[in-house]
């Protein structure tokens, strides 16, 4: 399959996956019993399975597959996401952590449509990424979320904001969250962001806990370019991506976030539904609660 652009479809058939690599994360409970059955079933309809546990992967370990199970939780999947973007590999997540927004797939679902997603019966979604030049460091990416804080996480940072070069304002706060539409539910949510579709081109910019009485998220175009810079006197920042420190920081060069030119590849079945997602693990529901003594 060739996997070098990615374009969401919803189409019931695709490519059959023939080269298939497995990660799996054998620190959480079930993935190795998981993994062989997932692994057998791979081998009965004639695709080639390579397996590791090795964390992180090994460079190149994705080079000539055509997708990626993860057998683990989100945080597994978000290491291997830089891989997969070298290797342009689509990712399979099956759930053996906690919420598990970006491995869909229980354990009991991915033994039962495994055989049918390996002969084609799937979509591939793709998901947008920030671009983050921390200072003079080697420019990376995010796939949930960048974080920019103090590095000591008892005081208040003082960061500026510049949207293409156009102040937005600065604040005193504990950080500030700057969010995917894949990272609305991680996060930002927890720090009372908004809920994001994930075919939204936005960046969604959270503060956490900022000194004020006003605290709103702001949206930005999928096209916009932000700058951070550190107002806080002989402070030094801690830049997060994906909850992985940032590398080459300079406290006097600003932090550069924008929309990454590749995307990602999830896949998923043909009638995968985000919202029923969010519905099921946030336990989330719109309706109006009934009177009960009316």
Request: charged share 20%; hydrophobic share 45%; proline share 5%.
């Given at each position: 399959?060739?996997?070098?652009?990615?374009?969401?479809?919803v189409?019931?058939k695709?490519p059959?996956i023939r080269?298939l690599a497995?990660?799996v994360?054998?620190a959480?409970?079930?993935a190795?019993?998981?993994?062989?059955?997932?692994?057998s079933?791979?081998?009965k309809?004639?695709?080639?399975?390579?397996?590791t546990s090795?964390?992180p992967?090994?460079?190149?370990?994705?080079?000539?597959?055509?997708a990626?199970?993860v057998?683990g939780g989100d945080?597994?999947?978000l290491g291997?996401?830089?891989?997969?973007?070298?290797?342009k590999?689509p990712?399979?997540g099956?759930?053996?952590?906690g919420?598990?927004?970006?491995?869909t797939?229980?354990?009991?679902e991915?033994?039962?449509?495994?055989?049918?997603?390996l002969?084609?019966?799937?979509r591939?979604?793709?998901?947008s990424?920030?671009?983050?030049?921390p200072?003079k460091g080697?420019?990376d990416?995010?796939l949930?979320d960048?974080?920019?804080k103090?590095?000591?996480?008892?005081?208040l940072?003082?960061l500026e904001?510049e949207?293409?070069?156009?102040?937005?304002?600065e604040y005193?706060?504990d950080?500030?969250?700057?969010?995917t539409?894949?990272?609305?539910?991680?996060?930002n949510l927890?720090?009372?962001?908004?809920?994001?579709h994930?075919?939204?081109?936005?960046?969604?910019?959270?503060?956490?806990?900022?000194?004020?009485?006003t605290n709103?998220?702001?949206?930005?175009?999928h096209?916009?370019?932000?700058?951070?810079h550190?107002r806080?006197?002989n402070?030094?920042?801690l830049?997060a991506?994906?909850g992985r420190?940032a590398?080459?920081?300079d406290?006097n060069?600003?932090v550069?976030?924008s929309i990454?030119?590749?995307?990602?590849?999830?896949?998923q079945?043909?009638?995968?539904s985000?919202f029923?997602?969010?519905?099921k693990?946030?336990?989330?529901?719109?309706g109006?609660?009934?009177n009960?003594?009316?």
């Open positions: 399959m060739d996997s070098g652009t990615f374009r969401a479809t189409a019931s695709m059959p080269r497995l990660v994360n054998a959480k409970d079930g190795r019993d998981v993994s062989r059955d997932l692994v079933i791979a081998r309809a004639g695709t080639r399975v390579s397996v090795r964390f992967i090994p460079a190149g370990a994705l080079k000539g597959v055509d990626c199970c057998i945080g597994t999947l291997v996401a830089g891989e997969a973007l070298r290797a590999v990712l399979i099956v759930n053996r952590g919420l598990g927004f970006l491995t797939f229980s354990a009991d991915a033994r039962v449509c495994f055989a049918d997603l002969a084609g019966n799937y591939v979604t793709t998901r990424l920030l671009a983050c030049s200072g080697k420019p990416f995010a949930n960048v974080l920019v103090d590095a000591v996480s008892s005081r940072a003082r904001v949207a293409d070069g156009e102040l937005v304002t005193s706060c950080g500030l969250i700057f969010s539409p894949t990272g609305s539910t991680a996060y927890s720090a009372g962001g908004p809920i994001i994930p075919d939204a081109e936005v960046i969604a910019m959270t503060p956490i806990c900022p000194h004020t009485l709103r998220s702001i949206i930005f175009r096209n916009v370019k932000l700058r951070v550190n806080s006197r402070a030094r920042l830049v991506l994906d420190a590398k080459g920081f406290r060069s600003p550069a976030i990454h030119r590749q995307r990602i590849g999830l896949i079945l043909p009638g995968h985000h029923a997602i969010v519905r693990k946030l336990k989330w529901s719109g109006i609660l009934e009960p003594a009316s």
